[in-house]
């Protein structure tokens, strides 16, 4: 049951990124709040249930988008996979360490995206501009990373409850 | 005991990775096409009922805020310019309409061409492509290939269809081209998409240059467009001597982020 509130609670955030998010685009980014949610469910509940969240979402982000369904899935895999893994090796409780998690996350999850896109023989933007995007979207998503880890966090039951 | 817990997510990401990028190559056949379309239609209304949320809280929100109060008065303004331009551009003014519908309807009649209007339900999920998904789809007679147009000018190309939404890659788009004309230059080029702006490389004629605040208009070669469809306003031109070509920088008619109804020409077939 919780497993299915959370789903529905992930396809409300993807929603949200392709009808709301993009109004709010700075030097050619906008929020990617599937991401951001990876990120922050792979920093409090761990790496396997993070890679597991992010190929859902991924899938969702793949319905829609141009072109096959896979390539969002791969990408956000390989952000959460970072991110577990600057998870197991930085200060879990330090506020800095998931913001950068989640601007190098941004960095990777925009790359694999690419290469994705490239090896599948799929038209890719021009280096330059998929440069200047990736780096945009990688502060944008840092800044929004405390918001998302907060609200988390405030939805997350305390020790005492869970036990 | 950690090495081990590391070692088993490593083999978890490197199977769904497997797995993703089987289910992309799969899907990337021509034969899935249809299920593909079909199931990113599931989407759609979903998306469509999110924007029109997204309206009614822009609508009450407004109540309460002077800032949305000018923002969506800006907004109509800017409509209302473009509108105002495209009439000056094109020397067929008619007469100009506030309803959206209604202006769509003018276009449609002005342009010669059969039409489809449709809702924007929802936007790419990434800035690395510039799309948008309507809410027509191969049942309204919308196939992949056909171009996309507002009151204002050329909006893009559909790309994918499914029975009930379609996936539209708009001029903003980074792999997106268009080749087009300028207005009293006559002076030719190809636009391609931009973060920021279109970015338009002008080729070069003899004694002829471009100005700022001329129009780009399709030009029709290549057979992609129609001849004629407003593009944008030459905003900056990069002049460069050493090369066959000039950069420049387009205004484009259309806000990506402001789209909300589209029309798509649907007896045009691309060459």
Redesign the interface.
């Known amino acids: 049951m919780k497993r299915l509130g959370s789903a529905v609670l992930l396809?409300a955030i993807?929603?949200?990124?392709?009808?709301?998010a993009?109004?709010m685009?700075v030097?050619?980014?906008?929020p990617?709040l599937?991401l951001v949610a990876v990120i922050a469910i792979t920093w409090t509940g761990g790496?396997?249930s993070g890679?597991a969240w992010?190929?859902i979402a991924?899938l969702?982000?793949d319905?829609?988008?141009?072109?096959?369904?896979?390539?969002?899935?791969?990408a956000l895999?390989?952000g959460?996979?970072l991110t577990?893994f600057w998870n197991?090796n930085f200060d879990r409780e330090s506020l800095l360490q998931p913001v950068i998690a989640a601007a190098l996350s941004t960095a990777l999850y925009?790359l694999v995206?690419?290469a994705?896109?490239d090896t599948?023989?799929l038209?890719?933007?021009?280096i330059g501009?998929?440069v200047?995007?990736m780096v945009?979207?990688s502060v944008y998503n840092a800044l929004v990373m405390p918001f998302g880890l907060a609200l988390l966090r405030s939805q997350a039951p305390t020790p005492r409850e869970a036990a | 005991m950690y090495g081990r817990r590391s070692s088993s997510s490593t083999g978890l990401f490197l199977t769904l990775c497997a797995a993703m990028l089987l289910l992309a190559m799969v899907s990337e056949q021509a034969w899935a096409a249809g299920a593909r379309g079909a199931a990113k239609s599931v989407f759609a209304p979903l998306e469509a009922a999110m924007t029109q949320l997204a309206g009614n809280v822009d609508r009450v929100t407004s109540v309460f805020g002077d800032v949305s109060a000018l923002r969506a008065e800006n907004q109509r303004l800017k409509a209302a310019d473009e509108a105002l331009r495209r009439q000056v551009v094109e020397l067929n003014a008619a007469a100009k309409e506030n309803a959206t519908l209604r202006e769509a309807l003018d276009f449609e009649r002005s342009f010669g061409h059969h039409m489809v209007a449709a809702q924007v339900v929802g936007r790419g999920p990434d800035g690395f492509s510039r799309t948008l998904e309507v809410d027509r789809g191969t049942a309204d007679g919308v196939q992949p290939g056909m171009v996309v147009t507002t009151a204002a000018g050329l909006v893009g190309r559909v790309t994918e269809a499914g029975p009930h939404g379609a996936i539209v890659q708009t001029l903003a788009d980074p792999q997106s081209r268009v080749n087009v004309f300028l207005s009293q230059s006559a002076l030719q080029g190809t636009v391609t998409g931009g973060p920021t702006a279109l970015q338009f490389e002008i080729e070069h004629s003899l004694g002829i240059t471009a100005a700022s605040g001329e129009w780009a208009l399709t030009s029709g070669v290549g057979g992609g467009y129609p001849r004629g469809l407003v593009v944008g306003e030459l905003a900056s031109v990069t002049r460069r001597d050493s090369s066959t070509s000039d950069e420049a920088l387009l205004a484009w008619v259309n806000d990506p982020a402001s789209l909300s109804l589209v029309l798509v020409i649907t007896d045009f077939v691309p060459s």
């Open positions: 396809l993807v929603l949200v990124q392709v009808t709301w993009p109004r685009t030097a050619g980014a906008f990617n599937a790496v396997r890679l992010a190929c991924g969702m982000l319905l829609t988008a141009a072109g096959p369904l896979g390539p969002h899935a791969v895999l390989a959460a996979y577990g197991r925009s995206l690419v994705a896109d599948l023989g038209p890719v933007p021009p501009v998929a200047q995007l945009a979207a």
